[in-house]
């Protein structure tokens, strides 16, 4: 059974870190893209950051460049998102999701089709 299990959440005050975890079982994360994906409240939900499977080649929206990193540990069936410098407009419920599409330039929409975890919501605040 595939499961995605997102961790690392919670509270952190303007400019502060946070490295949120997406721990995937029931396949062969190696094969396979992994997208993080964020919905603030009353907003859409927003493609942030994803990473290929096989070459490991990233894409990031503009507003986190050079603050987001995303990684994956493939031993470890566990993708991460390190975020750094965090902004009040970061605050959402960060979803990953697996098998989206994924290039250098752009990653997929959101799609209920696709295996996702259940969430882990961020709060960035003073």
């Known amino acids: 059974q595939v499961k995605l299990a997102e961790s690392g959440g919670g509270w952190v005050q303007p400019g502060g870190s946070l490295t949120l975890s997406c721990a995937a079982s029931g396949f062969t994360l190696y094969y396979y893209n992994i997208g993080w994906f964020r919905q603030a409240p009353g907003k859409g939900r927003e493609g942030v950051s994803c990473?290929?499977?096989?070459?490991?080649?990233?894409y990031y929206i503009d507003s986190v460049k050079g603050r987001f990193i995303i990684s994956r540990d493939n031993a470890k069936s566990t993708v991460y998102l390190q975020m750094n410098d965090l902004k009040p407009e970061d605050t959402a419920v960060y979803y990953c999701?697996?098998?989206?599409?994924?290039?250098?330039?752009?990653?997929?929409?959101?799609?209920?089709?696709?295996?996702r975890g259940q969430g882990t919501q961020v709060t960035v605040s003073s």
């Open positions: 990473i290929r499977g096989g070459d490991y080649g990233s």
């Open positions: 999701v697996s098998d989206v599409s994924c290039t250098d330039q752009w990653m997929g929409a959101w799609s209920d089709d696709r295996h």
